[in-house]
């Protein structure tokens, strides 16, 4: 249950309406006026005062921010640029807010159930921070506090989310965004259980056993509630700073990237569930070439149905079945799919599959173009709007913004891996049925609450 003050309160709400409706509204005005006026904007510089106050902001605006920057022009291109920017460390709060929130999550002895605690955070986020502690076994742990006031956050957040998705479409309805608000919504309010959390990494642990590549904490359940989270400590670098510090051999980076490619993909092909949140603070790397993966708030569970849509629109883009591509997107929720639109779709889709269908060693992109993305994404905004725009079903937001995500690491290892003989891998023998029953399976061991599977099929 939520401390005084920090339910989802009407002057929580207010508060935080009050340091972002300027921004917002900004954009709303400017964006007005560049469509009844003919007045083109400065939207690369508004852009980047929308960062600057989003940036000093803890909450999940800064997600959201995250996510849209990887859905294809679900905002403007200097926006999407700007926010991409936008990184899950903002300053960590202090000791005095960390005793409260411990106090109020453990009880006022909490300090007596730990043999030592760290004062400093060891890492920030958008959500909350984290805390190296041990415990009187000798276990050592990462103890997630999450700040003040976030119930009330998330829902004016997402008030201001919904203003600029609308006032976007008013402009430029190529991309109709209802699913896609309702969908960021769910998944933020979701992030906010930690206990749900906390369920959801007993799952990845489970899926991922088979893989000694890559590394799940493990929930400690009795330090565990609903703005606490206490797991195993895992060693290890963060990605980006193994990458900035100092160029790894060519052997290391494919090590990396194949571990990650199961770390997402072996859940989802074997289980129909994916880490929806691929950026580079989520995974650490280990001096083996091993890696750790964290954050385990942003999970979607799909039904078999849509796992085999994914496939079946694999072999769609590799023999130029046209009728076999239709029907893929149908069962992914898309509707009205005329034959211009599955032209339009069917490039973002030859973009995504197109390192799938090489049976050869090479890397994720063979151009060296970090924009290639965003052009073949702006030819098919193009292509959607003239052919009368498309509304993406919610089942879609995570697994693209994971393709693109997972896609722009392998870019950034520059890893050279045969992607094909790993898809095929995993896709042999797909059988609908037992995804089914291995995900339910799965889902009952781990502790997962049924609200975080999908509503049924349509």
């Known amino acids: 249950m939520a401390g005084p003050g920090e339910g989802a309160s009407l002057f929580g709400e207010i508060r935080r309406l009050a340091r972002t409706s300027g921004a917002v509204g900004g954009i709303a005005a400017r964006m007005a006026g560049e469509r009844v006026f003919g007045v083109r904007a400065n939207r690369a510089g508004h852009a980047e005062d929308l960062r600057t106050v989003l940036g000093g902001l803890k909450g999940p605006l800064m997600k959201v921010a995250q996510f849209l920057s990887t859905v294809p022009d679900a905002l403007p291109a200097e926006y999407a640029a700007e926010l991409a920017h936008l990184q899950a460390n903002a300053p960590p709060m202090g000791w005095s807010f960390v005793r409260r929130r411990m106090s109020a999550e453990l009880g006022p002895e909490w300090q007596g159930r730990f043999a030592a605690f760290g004062h400093e955070a060891a890492a920030a986020a958008s959500l909350g921070q984290v805390h190296r502690a041990r415990l009187h076994d000798g276990t050592d742990v990462a103890c997630k506090l999450q700040y003040p006031d976030m119930p009330s956050t998330v829902e004016a957040d997402l008030r201001q989310l919904r203003l600029a998705m609308a006032v976007y479409r008013r402009m430029d309805n190529a991309i109709q965004h209802d699913d896609i ?5 769910e998944r933020l309010r979701e992030e906010l259980d930690y206990v749900r959390e906390a369920a959801q990494m007993r799952l990845y642990g489970l899926m991922l056993a088979p893989v000694p590549s890559v590394h799940v904490p493990l929930p400690i359940d009795s330090f565990c509630t609903r703005r606490l989270l206490t797991m195993t400590w895992l060693d290890g670098r963060p990605l980006i700073a193994r990458l900035e510090q100092e160029e790894p051999p060519q052997d290391e980076r494919n090590r990396i990237a194949e571990a990650l490619f199961r770390a997402w993909y072996v859940p989802f092909y074997r289980y129909g569930v994916i880490h929806g949140d ?34 079946d629109l694999y072999e769609a883009v590799r023999d130029g079945d046209e009728a076999k591509a239709h029907h893929a997107y149908e069962a992914w929720g898309f509707a009205d799919i005329s034959r211009e639109k599955l032209a339009v779709l069917n490039q973002w889709a030859q973009f995504l599959y197109e390192p799938l269908l090489d049976d050869r060693v090479r890397r994720i992109q063979e151009n060296d173009d970090p924009q290639f993305g965003r052009s073949v994404a702006e030819r098919v905004h193009a292509g959607l709007k003239r052919t009368g725009g498309v509304r993406p079903p919610r089942e879609f937001v995570l697994m693209d913004r994971s393709a693109i995500g997972l896609g722009s690491v392998f870019f950034r290892l520059r890893a050279e891996l045969n992607w094909y003989r790993l898809f095929q891998e ?6 609908t049925e037992a995804l ?15 609200t975080a599977k999908e509503p049924p099929a349509r």
């Open 436 to 450: 089914a029953a291995r995900q339910s399976a799965a889902l009952a061991e781990a502790g997962v609450p049924p």
């Open 278 to 311: 691929p950026h580079l603070g989520n995974y650490q790397a280990r001096p083996d070439g091993t890696v750790n993966l964290l954050d385990f708030g942003a999970i979607r569970v799909f039904q078999a149905h849509f796992v085999r849509g994914v496939i």
């Open 426 to 431: 995993l896709i042999a023998h797909f059988d």
């Open 181 to 185: 608000y309702v969908e960021l919504a």
